[in-house]
T-cell receptor, first 114, second 115 residues
């Protein structure tokens, strides 16, 4: 059974600082996704990581995937207040393209303070 | 216009009532999903459908049923609502066509309260 764990679950940062959110998954996964959710809003897709060593960057966020360690990281560089949100990782295992359910972590609530 | 829409956006109902949540999409995706979100628990999959003739139970399907009326429409029903079904419900769609990443795109959510 695929399980996904994120840590930390709560993160309070100062503006300008760097930090990393970790996402561990329990069994082999073909794809790893990162989403952002603002309070009371829907989920917005940030990154999809498809292979070992994949790295994607958008602005101050960079995501990476290590399939051997079953670990994905979301690195925040020089945090700004606008990054305050809850970040979810989700993993899926696909069998021949016919199965692909997302298993979500519990989310990391990020608060960036001046 | 939004690619994935959900109706209603908010609903308050009483224990024992039947309620239907509707989801429509204009993305042309074959795959559709229903999730519920509870504080501190993340999102959990209720049902999913990979095409009109394919319906599958997710992690927490008890007490729910679904109908895939068309490629673009996927409804979630609570046959007899109970208070612990109070949650935020999301519909999502994805496309695993050639060259696609199967990224799921989420609707705006329906906040359901069962009294």
């Amino acid at each position: 059974e695929l399980k996904v764990e994120q840590n930390p679950l709560f993160l309070s940062m100062q503006e300008g600082k760097n930090y990393t959110i970790y996402c561990n998954y329990s069994t082999t996964s073909d794809r790893l996704y990162w989403y952002r959710q603002d309070p009371g809003k829907s989920l917005e897709s940030l990154f999809v990581l498809l292979s070992n060593g994949a790295v994607k960057q958008e602005g101050r966020l960079m995501a990476s995937l290590d399939t051997k360690a079953r670990l994905s990281t979301l690195h925040i560089t020089a945090a700004v207040h606008d990054l305050s949100a809850t970040y979810f990782c989700a993993a899926t295992r696909i069998y021949g393209g016919s199965q692909g359910n997302l298993i979500f972590g519990k989310g990391t609530k990020l608060s960036v303070k001046p | 216009d939004a690619d994935v829409t959900q109706t209603p956006r908010n609903r308050i109902t009483k224990t024992g009532k039947r309620i239907m949540l509707e989801c429509s999409q204009t993305k042309g995706h074959d795959r559709m999903y229903w999730y519920r979100q509870d504080p501190g628990l993340g999102l959990r999959l209720i049902y999913y459908s990979f095409d009109v003739k394919d319906i599958n139970k997710g992690e927490i399907s008890d007490g729910y049923s679904v109908s895939r009326q068309a490629q673009a429409k996927f409804s979630l029903s609570l046959e007899s609502a109970i208070p612990n079904q109070t949650a935020l419900y999301f519909c999502a769609t994805s496309d695993l066509g050639q060259g696609q990443s199967d990224t799921q795109y989420f609707g705006p959510g329906t906040r359901l309260t069962v009294l």
